[in-house]
T-cell receptor, first 112, second 114 residues
Framework: GQQLNQSPQSMFIQEGEDVSMNCTSS?????WLWYKQDPGEGPVLLIA?????ELTSNGRLTAQFGITRKDSFLNISASIPSDVGIYFC????????????FGQGTRLTINP | EPEVTQTPSHQVTQMGQEVILRCVPI?????FYWYRQILGQKVEFLVS????????KSEIFDDQFSVERPDGSNFTLKIRSTKLEDSAMYFC????????????FGDGTRLSIL
């Protein structure tokens, strides 16, 4: 089945640093989603990308939909402590009802 | 903003017992989902539900699992005879249309099987 590979698996950074993570797939997705998960909570949507090449921002977060439709990256600028968490990329597979395929996640840890 | 709500937040159950996890999807959404996340792993699709029937299920969703929409608001996941390996976070999600619209997730139920 379709799989998403995220890298890096974990990041340890200083507060204020910029962060970049990416997600790749062996097959094409028509939508890329980036979710954040805080401990004990469900995934919360950060950014949705719908067109190849699209670059979308949400505050300090910027994500791009790769032109091959097989990758996406998420950048966080000027990280703050509340950015700590696990970031997942996800792509919908629409055969019948939509279902989401998730990457393994990137765990972000920030040292104050 | 409307939310998907799940109860209970934590369920502890003896192995072999039945458990029912409950979800209230967003009110005007039509497609409902259950996902599972084993500790430290990625979120995995279990089942999708539309128009009062299962649309798709993964290989994880075996005969021990069932879903139901008993009334106009609740969406439940039942595990008939729980196993140790069923211990995980279970997330409910919903979306209004079967399109590229992002799914909205609840905060999950942590299921612990003893």
């Amino acid at each position: 089945g379709q799989q998403l590979n995220q890298s890096p698996q974990s990041m340890f950074i200083q507060e204020g640093e910029d962060v970049s993570m990416n997600c790749t797939s062996s097959s094409i997705f028509n939508t890329w989603l980036w979710y954040k998960q805080d401990p004990g909570e469900g995934p919360v949507l950060l950014i949705a990308l719908y067109k190849a090449g699209e670059l979308t921002s949400n505050g300090r977060l910027t994500a791009q939909f790769g032109i091959t439709r097989k990758d996406s990256f998420l950048n966080i600028s000027a990280s703050i402590p509340s950015d700590v968490g696990i970031y997942f990329c996800a792509g919908p597979i629409i055969q019948g009802a939509q279902k989401l395929v998730f990457g393994q996640g990137t765990r972000l840890t920030i040292n104050p | 903003e409307p939310e998907v709500t799940q109860t209970p937040s934590h369920q502890v159950t003896q192995m072999g017992q039945e458990v029912i996890l409950r979800c209230v999807p967003i009110s005007n959404h039509l497609y409902f989902y259950w996902y599972r996340q084993i500790l430290g792993q990625k979120v995995e699709f279990l089942v999708s539900f539309y128009n009062n029937e299962i649309s798709e299920k993964s290989e994880i969703f075996d005969d021990q699992f069932s879903v139901e929409r008993p009334d106009g608001s609740n969406f439940t996941l039942k595990i008939r005879s729980t196993k140790l390996e069923d211990s995980a976070m279970y997330f409910c999600a919903s979306v209004r249309r079967n399109s590229n619209q992002p799914q909205h997730f609840g905060d999950g139920t942590r299921l612990s099987i003893l």
